[in-house]
């Protein structure tokens, strides 16, 4: 996948994160995207280097797709807990 696939990836992955995860975020939706984002990337090289799961070639691969939504619900979470809720 090219760098543009991973950047629709990671928009797609963060909105899923974020209907599982729902709140309100500190950084609100540009944020919550950039860490989709970041998310998919992460998710992404976890998979490959310590679950044994490469990243196949194929936008439409379901294990990518959990990778991805993975790696942003642990980002997500991981900016929750250090930046909390700023709304208030």
């Known amino acids: ?3 543009v696939s991973w950047i629709v990836l990671g928009l797609l992955a963060g909105a899923i ?3 599982l ?3 309100r975020d500190p950084g609100g939706l540009i944020g919550t995207t950039l860490i989709g984002i970041t998310g998919a990337f992460v998710g992404g090289w ?3 280097r310590f679950l044994d799961r490469p990243v196949t070639k194929q ?3 379901l294990p990518t797709w959990g990778a991805a939504i993975g790696g942003s619900l642990v980002l997500l979470i991981g900016y929750r807990l250090l930046f ?3 709304r208030d």
């Open 84 to 86: 909390g809720n700023s």
């Open 1 to 3: 996948m090219g760098i």
């Open 46 to 48: 976890i998979s490959a």
């Open 17 to 19: 994160a974020k209907i």
């Open 59 to 61: 936008f439409f691969d």
């Open 21 to 23: 995860l729902p709140g």
